[in-house]
Structures are given as C-alpha cells and as structure tokens.
C-alpha cells in the first residue's frame, strides 16, 4: 500500500488494542512517549491488581476447603438444586438438565483440546505466532497447575447427590471451571485486540464471560462439583488469562515499535482503521 511504502524501514502501521500510536512518518514526540508510558504502567498495575486479587481468591478458598470450614454452604447449595424428596433429580425442567450437559461439555477435556488446537493452528496460519505461543504456554501451564492443586488437595467428589456426569479425578479445584477462563477468555482478548469497534470488544468479552460463568454453574447443577471447586477454578482460571493478556500487552508495543521481520506481520491483528 501507497502508506507502507511512505513509512520508515522498519516501521509500519498496526491495528487493535496493542497499537503503539506510531505514525509513518515522523518518530514519536517526548509528550507521546510520556502518555504511551502512563497508559501503558497504569495498564500493567490494574492487571497485576487483578491478578493478585485472583490469586488471593483462590489460595482463601482453597485454606478454607482444606480445613474443612465450607462443607456446610457447600452442602446447603447442593441440596438447593435439588428437588426434595428425590435428590437424584435436578431442580428445573427436563430440558434445562439436558442444556447443562451440554454447556458443561463447552469446558470439556475434549471440547477445549479442538478449540486449543484449531486456535493455535490458526494463530500460526496468520503469522500471529507469539499470540499463538502465549496462548499455547498459559492452556499448559493452566492444565498443570489444575493437576497439581487436584493432588495437593485431593478433596472427594459431592457424596451428598448422585453425579449426572462422567467424573474421574479429585474434586478441588474444577477443572472445567479453570480451563475454561483460560481458553475462552484469552482467545476473546486476542479477537477483540483487532477490534476497533468498542462494542465488537464488549460483545466478545461479555459472551467469553457468560460461557465461562455457564460452564461453571454447570458443573455444581449436576452434582459433580462442590461450589467451592467451581470458585477456585475460576479465580485459578482468570488469574492465568490475566497473566497471558498482560504478556501480550508488553511484547506488542516492542514489535510494533521495531517494525516486524518481512516474513512475520506485527503480534497483534491488523485493526479496521
């Protein structure tokens, strides 16, 4: 384009939330590099104010269940969803027992290995290859620190109502409700990186938050989960996403002002203005 060749070797123009103001033609001004400093320190402070929240959250919880104080609101929520009398079935209509199975299978071992693979495929495909790397090395070590915590802890699965899914390993944290934040909620920070359109952005987050809430909820409506598992993973999950945005964060302004190699477009996508 007529604008790509007017701008300095080594420069060119990017798009999306992880632009760097830099314009084609003239090099940055003392008072751009001082707003693109605080934007960018004030960024980085809210998210390691909301990774450390995350992080409190989860290890709070996880002091709590291991001391045994939250058996009874655990117990209590339960019992709640379930109809008295026959506590093998759910409060609700019958199609809402099988919408759950459904929206439960959305956070799924099988179900996020598809999204996770054709996501990393894709990112690559499109040269977007540390967007792809980071979301490949926050899905594993999200998987691991889940492993890791299920041992650690290894709390038994809800024995107060028969489970309406499949369950193979220990209880705490949820590892549907852990992986789910992590996959969805990174994926929708990418996306919505190349969106210029503020509601585009509001629309991806929202509906990346309202999955992962569903799949959570999900987890606890079919009895396969203390409610408390479910809280953990997600503050687990969330804490991960946070940490692999903020990456992203910090590594595209450094592309972006470099310029990037011929054969790898900038890490973030190309915006629509």
Known sequence: MAEDRAAPHGTRRTGGSFDCMMTEARPWSARTWAIHLVRTELRLLVGLTAVSFCLWG??????????????????????????????????????????????????????????????????????????????????????????????????????????????????????????SPIVYFTLAGILAAGET????????????????LSIGASRVYLGVHWPTDVLAGWA??????????LVLHRLAPHRARRGSPPNEPPVTPQGGG
């Not at 996020?112 to 926050?138: D, E, N, P, S, Y």
């Not at 969330?238 to 945005?245: D, E, F, K, Q, R």
């Open 236 to 245: 687990m999950g969330t804490a991960v996403a946070l940490v692999a945005t």
């Open 197 to 212: 359109n503020r509601a585009s952005k509001s629309l991806l987050l929202g509906l990346a938050a309202v999955l992962v």
């Open 58 to 179: 989860f290890l709070s919880v996880m002091g709590e269940v291991r001391e045994g104080d939250t058996y009874r609101l655990d117990s209590r929520i339960l019992l709640a969803l379930r109809r008295p009398g026959d506590l093998a079935v759910p409060i609700g209509p019958r199609w809402l027992q099988e919408t759950a199975r459904d929206v439960t299978a959305l956070g799924g071992f099988t179900v996020i290995t598809l999204v996770v693979v054709v996501g990393v495929l894709m990112l690559w495909l499109h040269r977007r290859r540390i967007q792809a790397a980071v979301f490949l090395a926050a899905v594993l070590i999200g998987q691991a620190a889940a492993e890791g915590t299920k041992h650690l802890v290894g709390r038994n699965r809800p024995d107060l109502v028969p489970h309406l899914d499949q369950v193979y390993s220990s209880s705490f944290p949820s590892g549907h409700s852990a992986m």
